[in-house]
């Protein structure tokens, strides 16, 4: 993988360009597409954001998310897409395996590859450019640093600002986990200045679920947690007929799992959702606990050292018998009191 800098001299040379991301985008998955699409449309390249899947619909007021094409929706002109471009900007994902069914047309294409992202372990191999920094706090950032370091900081517009603001927002939690460095709030000064009205993307994505998700969330708090205190843990099991019960849609569970970390004491969050043909887990911790490599070594998984996923064929119940289990590997840092 050459330095994302060697990039910068084709910036200027008309293209064809697919830019992808993670199935089921969030917000700094599509905030960081639609913002380095908004910023490759000024040089008049050709552009188009391919989503492996669909997305959650607080996602649509982003400028440009009307032309995403949803790969599983319209499946023939994205593989043609693909197979003609000159670039595929691979965004806020380290392995191919994270689009799903757009894996074997991605490999598949002619088109060189672009990693920007940062997630640990990238698959480095398949990327003729790359930036890959896991200390980041989103993709957002780093297509704002590959904004600036290319010379075109000044073509940052509201647009772009909206789309970048949104990921950077969401990925951090809203400014609080420790990925949130000064240069991070520098680059929101610089959006800031450049138009952002950032109080309008809050309400977008955090005002904007309609009341079975709430009433959802009360049921599972209720419900569906089990604190366990002896590991500082909370094991959240969502089985399919609450999915239906509550008519959840996609993104309807996001935030669920930073919930319980409001609870004093606790370091780590699992939960388990009986979706479709899997049952996805997703991880959230606190100091030194790495759900990363937790979720690489038990559930298929991985992401970042305090937030990952991962996913298994087994029953929820199978499932989440394999995760009490597996917890004992991690008590000696989960009641460090370290970090209490
Ligand atoms: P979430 O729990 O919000 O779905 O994901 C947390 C983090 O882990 C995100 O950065 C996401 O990209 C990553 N992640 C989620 N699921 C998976 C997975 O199945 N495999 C890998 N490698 N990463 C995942
Ligand atoms: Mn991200």
């Known amino acids: 993988m050459l330095p994302i800098e060697d990039f910068f001299s084709l910036l200027q ?11 089921k985008p969030d917000g700094d998955a599509m905030g960081s597409s639609l913002g380095l699409m908004n910023f490759l449309l000024k040089f008049h390249h050709q552009v188009q954001v391919i ?17 995403v094409l949803d790969f599983e929706q319209k499946k023939l002109i994205s593989e043609k897409i693909i197979k003609e471009a000159d670039y595929i900007f691979c965004l806020d994902f380290n392995t191919l395996s994270r689009i799903k069914n757009m894996e074997s047309h991605v490999n598949n294409s002619p088109a060189k590859k672009i990693l920007i992202d940062h997630h ?14 896991p200390s980041k706090s989103s993709t957002c ?24 603001y949104a990921g950077v927002m969401t990925d951090t939690g809203s400014f609080r986990f420790p990925a949130t460095s000064a240069s991070v709030h520098r680059m929101i000064a ?13 309400e977008q994505i955090y005002d904007s679920a309609l009341e079975n998700r709430l009433r959802f969330f ?36 996001e935030g669920l799992v930073n919930m319980p970390m409001s609870i004093k004491g606790i370091k780590m969050v699992a939960i388990c959702i009986d979706r479709e043909g899997e049952r996805k887990w997703s991880f959230r911790s606190k100091g030194n606990i790495d759900v990363n490599t937790f979720a690489r ?12 996923g991962g996913n298994s064929l087994d029953s929820l119940e199978a499932t989440t018998t394999h995760f009490r289990n597996v917890l004992p590997t991690l008590k000696a840092v989960l009641s460090d009191k370290e970090y209490q």
């Open 51 to 67: 989503s492996p899947t669909n997305w959650a619909s607080f996602l649509n007021w982003m400028p440009g998310c009307n032309t």
């Open 297 to 308: 070594q038990y559930f298929n998984g991985g992401g970042h050292a305090n937030a990952a």
């Open 13 to 23: 040379i008309p293209s064809k360009i697919v830019i992808t991301t993670h199935q």
């Open 120 to 133: 640990e372990q990238p698959q480095r191999e398949v990327f003729t450019y790359g930036v890959s920094i």
């Open 141 to 164: 950032e780093m297509v704002y640093d590959f904004i600036v370091a290319s010379g075109n900081g000044h073509l940052i517009d509201e647009k772009i600002g909206q789309c970048l």
């Open 218 to 253: 009360g049921h599972v708090m209720l419900n569906c947690m089990d604190v366990m205190y002896e590991y500082n843990t909370v094991l959240i099991t969502v089985p399919k007929t609450d999915v239906q019960r509550f008519h959840l849609q996609t993104g309807d569970t």
């Open 190 to 202: 610089h959006l800031k200045d450049a138009g952002l009205k950032h109080q309008y993307v809050h």
